[in-house]
Structure formats: structure tokens, C-alpha cells
Nanobody, 118 residues
């Protein structure tokens, strides 16, 4: 069973940048798909970004061109670099992991809060 712990959230001004980290433990995630989701107050959870075991990346439409997902398998960690932040990016950000063969996201962290002030 993979355990995930996010860090790096905080308060940032509009236009600023922040990098989130998510460290995995319990087993290696090098063969896992890793992803970030977010949930703003009163809204449903939203897909942000995903990176597959082979490095292929996907992004939600609202963050394309501004966010970048990456992974460091040696550190069992996935990152989310967030640039040009907007107030609508304010949310709790969760990382998730899914292993073979289905790569369904079945391991989740507890989240880290990102607040973007206008």
C-alpha cells in the first residue's frame, strides 16, 4: 500500500508561483501513474495533471501552459510547479497514485491548501 504526503502549499499573490511536492512511502511508485487533483470550497474535485510511469503527461484545460508535473523516481516524489497563479487556483491540492495494471488512482494524500490572493 502506498502512502502519500503532500507539502508546499501556502499563500501566494496573483501571478506568483508555488511548487507542491508529494512523497510516497510504503513501496516504490516508479511504475505508478501519479496525479494531482484539486478541490475548491463548494466545488467538485477537479483533475489537474497526471504523469504516467513512462513520463507521458496530461493536464486539465484550466492549467495548461501554467502548471508542470514532474517526477523523481529516486526520491519517490511527484511535483507540481504552478506558475502564473490566479485566485481561481485556490483549492486543496491532492496527489494520487495508481499502479499496474489498471493505473486507477487508488492511493490519495490528505491534501495541501493553496490560497491565491487577488
Amino acid at each position: 500500500q502506498v502512502q502519500l504526503v503532500e507539502s508546499g502549499g501556502g499563500l501566494v499573490q496573483t501571478g506568483g508561483s508555488l511548487r507542491l511536492s508529494c512523497a510516497g512511502s510504503g513501496r516504490t511508485v516508479s511504475d505508478y501513474a501519479l496525479a494531482w487533483f484539486r478541490q475548491a470550497p463548494g466545488k467538485e474535485r477537479e483533475f489537474v495533471a497526471r504523469i504516467n510511469w513512462n513520463g507521458v503527461r496530461y493536464y486539465g484545460d484550466s492549467v495548461k501552459g501554467r502548471f508542470d508535473i514532474s517526477r523523481d523516481n529516486a526520491k519517490n516524489t511527484v511535483y507540481l510547479q504552478m506558475n502564473s497563479l490566479k485566485p481561481e487556483d485556490t483549492a486543496v491540492y491532492y496527489c494520487a497514485a495508481g499502479g499496474p495494471p489498471n493505473y486507477s488512482m487508488n492511493a490519495w494524500g490528505k491534501g495541501t491548501l493553496v490560497t491565491v490572493s487577488s
